[in-house]
């Protein structure tokens, strides 16, 4: 059976919303800026169809308000980074728990050994590295925990998140530190320890909630 390609609708759609979430994420879109349907379809060079396709999802992910006709990139204060953080915490405490108790324990001494060599952070080439490797345990803490809802949560708010980590993204201590952290977190899964995986998952988003609200404007 042959499968049609999606409509060309759709693939404009999709390169719309890749295009607005990876600048709303890199701040080239600030907080508050107003998003005109008009001049952005010129820019991104698609209709305005499949622009308000795009946006819709982006405010579905919390990235973007809109008030009829009306897009904005959602504000980001100090209040709306403690409630995304209270929300983290209660699931990916459980998503940790979950994995230490379903991991493949291969896969979580792959990523030990990768943080163990990772590049030092005193460099743009080591803060990238160190995403890069905070974004491959997210991913395999999603699937170790083996709960499509609970999955399906997180990724809901991964936008959000990589928006806010740009605030704090150049401070090299933290960085140090929560690897660190993301060590015990590891090892307590390899472990198959569901308690210190919970806990250690807890204080690193503690620190990094604390760090992050000392670099708000």
């Known amino acids: 059976m042959t499968v049609s390609p999606p409509p060309a609708r759709d693939r404009a759609s999709d390169v719309a919303y890749k295009r607005l ?3 709303i994420i890199e ?3 600030e907080p508050g800026t107003r998003i005109s349907e008009t ?3 010129v820019r ?3 209709s305005r169809t499949p622009l308000r396709e795009a946006l819709s999802r982006l405010t579905a992910e919390g990235l973007v308000t809109s008030v009829g006709r009306t897009s904005t990139v959602a504000p980001l204060s100090r209040d709306h980074i403690v409630e995304l953080f209270e929300l983290r915490e209660a699931l990916e405490t459980q998503a940790a728990r979950l994995a230490a108790r379903r991991r493949d324990p291969a ?3 792959e990523l030990r050994a990768a943080l163990l060599s990772a590049v030092p952070h005193d460099s743009e080439a080591g803060t990238s590295r160190y995403y890069e490797l905070a974004d ?3 991913r395999a803490l999603e699937e ?3 709960s499509r809802h609970l999955a399906a949560s997180l990724r809901d ?3 959000q998140l990589a928006r806010a980590r740009r605030i704090s993204r150049q401070d090299r201590r933290r960085l140090d530190q929560a690897t660190q952290e993301h060590l015990v977190i590891v090892g307590a899964i390899i472990a198959g320890d569901e308690l210190l995986a919970s806990q250690a998952t807890a204080v690193h988003l503690h620190n990094s909630l604390e760090n992050m609200l000392a670099h708000v404007p």
């Open 39 to 41: 001049e952005t379809a």
């Open 21 to 23: 979430r990876a600048e």
């Open 136 to 138: 491959a345990l997210d």
């Open 157 to 159: 708010m991964r936008g």
């Open 27 to 29: 701040w080239t879109l």
């Open 44 to 46: 991104l060079g698609v």
């Open 107 to 109: 896969r979580f001494e």
């Open 144 to 146: 170790a925990a083996g």
